[in-house]
């Protein structure tokens, strides 16, 4: 790793806890006299002892909200006609892309009918034998070949709703959709089925998609890996002894493993950037308000963001331009220019300014450096230029977002004090991190928070946006005691995190796209973060890559074509 006095971001040597032990400890932080002993080591080793002795003189920033100039003004729905023609083929693609499906609809060759019988069989078959995939947490067949039969009578009648029509889509269960309740994962919420779609769920069956069902997640989403103790751990295509990452576990292995090509995802700390990465697909964060939040599980209030995960860089760019846009049922979403897609299958990089923190970006193992840095090199030869930057504060910056995202979710879930002991012991342990910060802590967070952002407005005077691998790892593999009672091992979690907390501290929008492979062809992913509301250049960005990729098919995949 090259030597910078300013980078202070460092890996960590923890305790990995599974099974018998990790129960004991998330028991032992319940129990007040246990709790006095054991968490001041745990918040020193966490950074937040140092935090504590900070004095920001900063005024707190609750959201990182980007005010536009020229606000657009809130939408009922997608705009059908835009989405039929955002269109980039990029090289040679082996997953089924929406355009596929709706070529195959079009010339008769496929109808969704049978593509709805072909998913549900692939997703009962992906939870066969020994090593599940477990890609959902729930499928209501009716209401699938319901939606299809629908949807097929519009492709009889020539008049498909948008390119999406009949196309399978997963929606995390952190997400409302009718007719299925929300669980977010757990054992206990969701006893009621939603009433109403979300608006990201709305939008996307007002452009005919064919919503599959609940993808799995981790637990209340709480943890980027895949593991949930109470549907069954996800597991990934690509080597299915190993995790997807998570916590959109779910969305990602569903598009990875063939069963649609689109996903909607949720990030509140790298949940949809991490699995895409893993799962060797796209995933793209946008900003802070760029899609709706209504309807979306409150957990996270300040640092979550929905957005697409996708087999390819163009079907993420339809996934986006269906679901962004203001909502008036949102106000976080009213603050922000109109989507525009407007150059993002650019064939070249000309003039687009790539910022590299060698000592940040050079901080994985090596074999994720190796295939980053060879990718950055092809990206400099189609016209970028490659500029050394230095992105200040980095550890204080992961230590605000944990501050921030963990005391939300333990507010969030103080609603519940009855169901505390139903979550999975790996929850309970972090939920009684959460639960210990106090309110300095959160306000000196927020405080923080509008210091990263005035930092990160000086880097994107310089730079168009920063370019990191996606995890400092690629994905890591699950034993049988973890899959069955959950894990925690913070060790591995700061090295999968080590490149996505700072998109949601700041909002601002990030896109994971592959990079390569590793010696045992698990998928390394490169992210691209950008200024507030220029999805569009990042798109621009993996499109560019996704021509100079090799793409490798996993070796659990399914073709409903």
């Not at 209401?143 to 709703?161: F, G, N």
């Amino acid at each position: 790793m090259s030597g910078n006095s300013s980078y202070d971001l460092k890996s960590v040597k923890l305790p990995r806890l599974t099974g018998g032990g990790l129960s004991l400890m998330a028991g032992a932080l319940e129990v007040g006299f246990l709790r006095g002993i054991l968490m001041p080591s745990m918040l020193k080793s966490g950074g937040i002892t140092d935090f504590r002795a900070l004095s920001p003189e900063e005024s707190p920033t609750v959201f990182p909200i980007d005010y536009a100039d020229k606000k657009a003004p809130p939408e009922e729905g997608p705009d059908l006609k835009a989405l039929n023609k955002i269109e980039g083929s990029a090289g040679t693609v082996l997953f089924m892309t929406a355009r596929d499906y709706a070529k195959a609809y079009r010339e008769g060759k496929a109808n969704p009918e049978d593509v709805a019988k072909n998913a549900l069989e692939a997703i009962r078959k992906a939870d066969e034998g020994s090593l599940k995939l477990r890609p959902f947490i729930a499928v209501n067949e009716g209401d699938v070949m319901q939606q299809a039969r629908a949807s097929a009578e519009r492709w009889k009648d020539k008049k498909p709703l948008s390119v999406l029509d009949g196309v399978p889509v997963a929606v995390k269960d952190e997400v409302d959709m009718v007719p299925y309740p929300t669980t977010v994962g757990t054992k206990f919420l969701g006893n009621a089925p939603a009433k109403r779609d979300a608006t990201a769920v709305a939008r996307l069956r007002a452009a005919g998609a064919l919503l599959l069902g609940k993808a799995n997640m981790h637990e209340i989403g709480i943890s980027t890996d895949g593991l949930n103790v109470n549907f069954g751990s996800t597991r990934n295509p690509y080597n299915p002894k190993h995790d997807t990452g998570g916590s959109s576990s779910g969305s990602a292995t569903s598009v990875a493993a063939g069963l649609c090509p689109l996903a909607l995802g949720a990030d509140g700390g790298g949940s949809i950037r991490v699995p895409a990465s893993h799962c060797g697909v796209v995933g793209l964060k946008p900003t802070f308000g760029r899609v709706s939040e209504y309807g979306a599980a409150p957990l996270c209030w300040s640092v979550a963001h929905l957005g697409p995960i996708a087999a390819t860089v163009e079907d993420t760019a339809i996934g986006y331009a269906c679901m962004a846009g203001p909502d008036a049922a949102e106000p976080n979403s009213l603050h922000q220019p109109a989507v525009t897609l407007e150059q993002w299958n650019k064939g070249d990089l000309k003039g687009v300014r790539l910022g590299v923190y060698r000592p940040w970006f050079e901080h994985a193992s090596p074999e994720v450096v190796r295939a980053c840095d060879n990718l950055l090199e092809k990206l400099a030869g189609s016209g970028a230029q490659v500029k050394q930057i230095v992105v200040p504060g980095l550890d204080t910056m992961r230590v605000a977002h944990v501050i921030t995202i963990l005391s939300e979710m333990a507010g969030s879930m103080n609603n519940y004090p009855d169901h505390r002991k139903d979550f999975g012991a790996e929850v309970r342990l972090s939920l009684s991190l959460g639960r210990n910060f106090t309110a300095d802590d959160y306000l000196k967070a927020q405080r923080i928070r509008t210091r990263v952002i005035a930092a990160f407005r000086e880097i994107y005077g310089e730079v168009d946006a920063i370019i990191t691998p996606s995890s400092a790892i690629t994905a890591p593999e699950v034993t049988p005691e973890a899959a069955e009672g959950g894990w925690s091992d913070l060790s591995s979690t700061t090295e999968v995190m080590r490149y996505a907390f700072p998109g949601n501290l700041a909002g601002l929008p990030a896109i994971s796209f592959p990079a390569g492979y590793d010696s045992i062809g698990l998928p390394i992913g490169m992210q691209a973060m950008g200024r507030w509301w220029e999805e569009d250049l990042l798109l621009r960005i993996a499109f560019n890559a996704e021509k100079l990729v090799e793409r490798r098919k996993p070796v659990m995949f399914f073709d409903l074509l």
